[in-house]
């Protein structure tokens, strides 16, 4: 009889054991969570992956790492599905895209409360919250000391019209330009008007045109300056052409690695401002397509993802800024030991003076590209600054419309 008993018991056990595997499996939520390019950090995101699964036995995550270039193509072609994933991760450029597209899920911005609450108004799309943010980037200034101090110069320049007013001497003295400014490229330009308080009206722009189109002309500045991107004028660094670059912090690894003599040469500073006097930054963030089918665990998994645990561990591996109000005033942005550490904490500092922001626009990228091109007719000397810039009015009310 106690034979039977235990075998029956053995065998209830395992009925019960599988109708609960069984349920589980049927009520099983599969959030799809796209990342890009974050490949080199998989044992990382694996491993939150692994300890949010274990908080909540009834979700599975299934995550794909998206390569960088081909991520707007896959995402614009996902949403317009019924089956879109759960969370993706993207700019805020194509982010606004896709919320002006109505594609995007509202994000209840009391959720929001552990962020920095400027990053959170960047992110905004007509007043209402479609992203989550998980890192960012200050540019911080780089520079090549010996040059800076065979120049003569005394002062660092904080601001474009005190690294005009150098640019001559710097030349003169050293033989490099001052810096190489990549003005045509994405939203360089764009950026640095929002920091001379140009929003709307683009006639203010008149002074920033007329000295850059005097530094241009005058061959202080190099004629690359209007073709060049950000990783060329760093080569330009390197080669110790130029005094000044302007970047993340990741870029002093590429330095230390390819040139390490300039390397050696080099220190940082705070990036350089307008007279409005706040930085520019990038973030990266997420967003829940409206067609998800977890949104509300998305969510969660998202917050879970981007908290201050997560976000200072990133940090640690990477030279990303948190977004996460405790992170920004850990101990680990206060260090300058070393020129990286130096460089993080003034980048992470910067963060505190980011307002007032560049405001994502509708069709952003074509009004980045309208503001390029004006840039360049003005150095190339096509027209009159005047003219230029009240066609740049007209191109950009007719794309408003």
């Not at 905004?124 to 960012?136: G, Q």
């Not at 300039?262 to 007279?275: H, M």
């Amino acid at each position: 009889m106690k034979k039977i008993i235990a075998l029956l018991i053995i065998v209830f056990s395992i009925l019960s054991f599988t109708a609960c595997t069984t349920r589980k499996e049927t009520n099983a939520v599969d959030i799809k969570f796209w990342t890009l390019q974050m490949g080199d950090y998989a044992a990382y995101i694996y491993q939150i992956i692994r300890d949010y699964e274990k908080l909540h036995p009834n979700i599975q995550i299934t995550w794909i790492d998206v390569p960088f270039s081909e991520g707007e193509k896959r995402t614009l072609a996902a949403v317009m599905t019924d089956s879109p994933p759960d969370l993706i991760n993207l700019n805020p450029d194509f982010s606004a895209l896709l919320a002006q597209k109505g594609t995007l899920q509202e994000i209840d911005e009391s959720a929001l409360g552990e962020f920095n609450p400027d990053i959170i108004n960047a992110l905004k799309y007509n007043d209402k919250v479609y992203s989550i943010p998980w890192y960012a980037t200050s540019a911080i200034t780089i520079y090549n000391k010996e040059l800076f101090e065979e120049s003569g110069v005394i002062r660092l320049p904080r601001t474009y019209k005190e690294l005009g007013a150098i640019s001559g001497k710097i030349k003169e003295k050293t033989g490099a330009y001052v810096y190489l400014p990549t003005i045509t490229e994405n939203d360089t330009m764009v950026k640095i008007l929002n920091k001379y308080g140009v929003e709307d009206d683009y006639m203010a722009a008149a002074p920033v045109f007329e000295m850059y189109k005097e530094l241009y002309q005058k061959d202080l500045i190099p004629k690359e300056s209007i073709t060049f991107t950000l990783r060329e004028a760093l080569e330009q660094y390197m080669a110790g052409k130029i005094v000044f670059f302007q970047g993340g912090a990741n870029f002093l690894t590429m330095i230390k690695e390819n040139a390490p003599s300039i390397y050696e040469k080099s220190d940082v500073t705070e990036q350089i401002k307008g007279p409005v006097g706040q930085n520019d930054f990038s973030v990266m963030n997420f967003v829940i397509p409206k067609r998800a089918k977890y949104k509300k665990e998305a969510l969660d998994f998202c917050l879970y993802l981007t908290n201050a645990e997560h976000q200072l561990e990133l940090a640690k591996m990477t030279n990303v800024i948190a977004t996460n109000n405790e992170v920004l005033e850990d101990s680990f942005y206060n260090d300058y030991s070393t020129l990286e550490a130096k460089a993080r904490s003034i980048s992470a500092k910067q963060i505190a003076k980011i307002t007032p922001q560049l405001k994502q626009r509708r069709n952003q990228k074509e009004v980045n590209t309208l503001v390029n091109t004006a840039v360049q007719s003005a150095l190339l000397n096509k027209d009159s600054i005047d003219n230029i810039l009240k066609n740049l009015n007209s191109s950009l009310e007719n794309l408003a419309e």
